[in-house]
């Protein structure tokens, strides 16, 4: 089955009417209307606002499902890990699609897409290391699909935008029919597919305080797109008279969930800006190989895993050391 262009075999075994939620741009008809499940499906409910998205979220509490882009959800339907029990939310008519520069930060809307990040010449200058971090995202179709808030969400450790954000500071805000609330991106994932997302709550935007100095993204991947990294770190430094005089670092798909590394930072800052320092380098990777738990599966060995992401480090600090971060816009 076709879908924009593109082949997305998810939408063949899910149900009939999966392409209309899958279609980038068009607004897609229900799949039935009411949160009542018919035939197997999930119920299905499209608010008009964030309003009525919380209030749904908040009456139909964990059966509740928010739908963004839905190219993880999609999965989850597949593997019947939604099912009758639950009601799909469609969040596609209540916006939060925004992207501005507030004080000295960026604030990105809940469903702001890949693409626009991407493409952004707000992002490109003001979180460099964010839009190298969607340079070798999924294809130009999921791309356009997918969101950040449903990247966060679905809180897989190989996320890619996960690091990024990390390194950077970046805070989330959720909102609830209650009122907001504020969480460090790191402390969104409290496990592998699970968030400290209360279920009436949703994701509404992602505050980026402005980079501050060089960065760079590295992602382990057997081939450069469509491949889920086996690891990556993020590296975010400010550099004041030749040296590092502070740094942020994130890893991914090394532990249970997007991890913050601040015994790695600490072994960066001081180091002298275009010169090898090796020693300090080394301290810096062997911080890092405690502050991770890389395992082995069917991917990766630990082993293979826990080097690579070692050398991924001593590039990421020389790309950014170098000016050279950002392979953003490719
Ligand atoms: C072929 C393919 C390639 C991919 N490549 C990559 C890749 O290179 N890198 C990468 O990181 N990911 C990749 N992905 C995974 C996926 O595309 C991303 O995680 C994407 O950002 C998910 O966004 P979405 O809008 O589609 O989320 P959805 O599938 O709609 O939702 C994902 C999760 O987030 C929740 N959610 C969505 N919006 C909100 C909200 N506002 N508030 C609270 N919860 C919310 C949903 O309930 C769900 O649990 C790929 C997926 C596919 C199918």
Redesign the pocket.
């Known amino acids: 089955m076709i879908i924009a262009g593109c082949r ?1 075999p ?1 939408s063949c075994c899910l149900f009939p009417d999966a392409p209309q939620l899958l279609l980038a741009g068009g607004t897609p008809a229900p799949l039935h209307s009411g949160a009542v499940a018919v035939d197997g499906r999930p119920g299905y409910e499209r608010p008009g606002s964030l309003e009525e998205a919380l209030a749904l979220l908040a009456r139909l509490g964990e059966h509740a ?12 339907l597949r593997h019947g890990l939604v099912g009758t029990e639950h009601t799909l ?1 469609d ?1 596609g008519g209540i916006g ?1 699609g925004g992207l501005e520069e507030r004080g000295d930060a960026l604030v990105l809307g ?2 702001v ?2 693409a626009d990040l991407r493409s952004s010449p707000r992002v490109a200058r003001r979180a460099p290391l964010l839009c190298e971090a969607t340079a ?4 130009p179709q ?1 791309r356009g ?12 450790p ?5 690091p990024a954000l990390v390194a950077l500071g970046a805070r989330i805000t ?1 909102a609830s029919k209650d009122g907001t609330r504020e969480l460090a991106v790191e402390d969104l994932p409290s496990g592998p ?1 699970k ?1 400290a ?1 209360r279920v009436d ?4 935007e992602v505050t980026v305080p402005f980079q501050r100095g060089p960065g760079a993204y590295e992602r382990l991947v057997y081939r450069r ?5 086996v690891g990556s770190v993020a590296v975010h430094t400010e550099v004041r008279e030749g040296k590092v005089s502070w740094a942020r670092v994130a890893a991914g798909a090394v532990g249970p969930r997007v991890l913050l590394c601040p015994r790695t930072a600490a072994a960066i800052v001081g180091l002298p800006v275009g010169e090898g320092a090796p020693a300090r380098l080394a301290a810096a990777v062997q911080a890092l190989a405690t502050e991770t738990s890389p395992i082995s599966d069917p991917r990766a060995s630990r082993a293979y895993r826990a080097g690579a992401l070692g050398e991924a480090l001593r590039t990421a600090v020389g790309r950014g050391r170098d000016g050279r971060g950002g392979r953003g816009q490719s």
């Open positions: 997305l998810v499902v928010p739908l963004a882009g839905g190219t993880d959800v999609a999965l989850r939310i969040l939060l809940a469903a897409r890949i070798e995202f999924g294809s999921i699909r997918a969101t950040l808030a449903g990247n966060l969400g679905n809180a897989s190989v996320a890619d935008l996960a959720l597919g968030t997302r709550e949703l994701i509404t797109q469509l491949a889920i990294a």
